[in-house]
Nanobody
Framework: QVQLVESGGGLVQAGDSLRLSCAASGRTISSYSMSWFRQAPGKEREFVAA????????EYADSVKGRFTISRDNAKNLVYLQMNILRPEDTALYYC????????????????????WGQGTQVTVSS
């Protein structure tokens, strides 16, 4: 079993930056695909970004391309989401997810592909 704990969320103004972290425990995630999803009130969970096991392949939602960057530090069992130029529409609960299956890139975008999930960290962007 893998436990995932997100941190780094908060209340910021439009145009600000935040860096989310996802700390994994229980097993090393160095071979896992990792991703970030988000869910706003009244909306379905949506894909944000994903990264393959060695960081060589990344995927982004169109809405965050050029503003968000996903990265990982396998030595520390950590995954990050750097969020720049935040917008009010980025307001959501952000989840980290892990897919333990060996796979070729690109990493998956569907939440159904991810077996482990964190509890989420809230990001609120005021206008």
């Amino acid at each position: 079993q893998v436990q995932l704990v997100e941190s780094g969320g908060g209340l910021v103004q439009a145009g600000d930056s935040l860096r989310l972290s996802c700390a994994a425990s229980g097993r090393t995630i160095s071979s896992y695909s990792m991703s970030w999803f988000r869910q706003a009130p009244g909306k379905e969970r949506e894909f944000v970004a994903a990264i393959n096991w060695n960081g060589g392949s990344t995927e982004y939602a169109d809405s965050v391309k050029g503003r968000f960057t996903i990265s990982r530090d396998n030595a520390k069992n950590l995954v990050y989401l750097q969020m720049n130029i935040l917008r009010p529409e980025d307001t959501a609960l952000y989840y980290c997810a892990a897919d333990p299956r060996p796979r070729l890139p690109p990493p998956p975008k569907s939440p159904d592909e991810y077996a482990y999930w964190g509890q989420g960290t809230q990001v609120t962007v005021s206008s």
